[in-house]
C-alpha cells in the first residue's frame, strides 16, 4: 500500500519561502507523476504541480513563476518550494501521486498524503 | 486552460434520496473526468475515473456518465457517510483544474 506524508514548517512569513516534502512509502518515486494541490480554508482544491519521475515538470501558470518541485529518488521524497509567499498562499497543502494508466483512462490521483496546513503569517 | 463548472454548489438531501451532481469543461475533455469525496479534515477520495468507471472499494451506489464537455455524478441511494463535498478533476490536459466543489449535507 502506498502512502504519502508531507512534512515541514506550518507557519511562514510573508515574502519568505514555503518548503514541503513529501515523503513516499510503500512504493517507489521512479515512476509515475508526484503532484503537489493546495485548498485554503474552507475553499476548493487548486492544482499546483507536478514532477514526473523522468524528471519533466509540470506547472499551474498560476503559480509558475514562484514554484519548483523537484524529486530526490535516494530517499523517495519530493518537494515542494513556493517563494514570495503572501497570504493568499495560506492553505492545507497535500502531495499526491498522478498515475497514468492508458489512453482509455488516462490519470488518477489515487493516493494522497493527509495535508498540511501551512499558515502565512508575520 | 480547461475551466470546469460544477453545480449545484450545494445540496440539501436525505438518507435514501437520489443525488445528480453536475460538472461542465469549458472545452472539450473526451472522458478524462474524475471525481473525488472529500470529507472535513481529509484527504480528497478517488470515487469515479475516466467518467464512469468506478474506483475499487467505492460502494455501487456511485456512478458518473458524459462525454465531450458535459459529466454528473450520481448517488442512487444516498448514505449518512455520503455527506460530504464533491469535486470533479479533468486529466484532459495541463494545468490540471477541479471544479469549485458540491457540498452535500442533511435536508
Known amino acids: 500500500q502506498v502512502q504519502l506524508q508531507e512534512s515541514g514548517p506550518g507557519l511562514v512569513k510573508p515574502s519568505e519561502t514555503l518548503s514541503l516534502t513529501c515523503t513516499v512509502s510503500g512504493g517507489s518515486i521512479s515512476s509515475h507523476y508526484w503532484s503537489w494541490i493546495r485548498q485554503p480554508p474552507g475553499k476548493g482544491l487548486e492544482w499546483i504541480g507536478y514532477?514526473?519521475?523522468?524528471?519533466?515538470?509540470n506547472y499551474n501558470p498560476s503559480l509558475k513563476s514562484r514554484v519548483t518541485i523537484s524529486l530526490d529518488t535516494s530517499r523517495n521524497q519530493f518537494s515542494l518550494k513556493l517563494t514570495s509567499v503572501t497570504g493568499a498562499d495560506t492553505a492545507v497543502y497535500y502531495c499526491?501521486?498522478?498515475?497514468?494508466?492508458?489512453?482509455?483512462?488516462?490519470?488518477?490521483?489515487?493516493?494522497w498524503g493527509q495535508g498540511v496546513l501551512v499558515t502565512v503569517s508575520s | 486552460d480547461v475551466q470546469m463548472t460544477q453545480s449545484p454548489s450545494s445540496l440539501s438531501a436525505s438518507v435514501g434520496d437520489r443525488v445528480t451532481i453536475s460538472c461542465r469543461a469549458s472545452q472539450t475533455i473526451n472522458h478524462y473526468l474524475n471525481w473525488f469525496q472529500q470529507k472535513p479534515g481529509k484527504a480528497p477520495k478517488l470515487l469515479i475515473y475516466?467518467?464512469?468507471n468506478v474506483q475499487s472499494g467505492v460502494p455501487s451506489r456511485f456512478s458518473g456518465s458524459g462525454s465531450g464537455t458535459d459529466f454528473s455524478l450520481t448517488i442512487s441511494s444516498l448514505q449518512a457517510e455520503d455527506f460530504a463535498t464533491y469535486y470533479c478533476q479533468q486529466t484532459y490536459s495541463t494545468p490540471r483544474s477541479f471544479g469549485q466543489g458540491t457540498r452535500v449535507d442533511i435536508k
Open positions: 514532477m514526473y519521475y523522468r524528471g519533466s515538470a
Open positions: 499526491a501521486r498522478e498515475m497514468y494508466h492508458d489512453v482509455s483512462i488516462g490519470s488518477t490521483l489515487d493516493y
Open positions: 475516466a467518467t464512469s
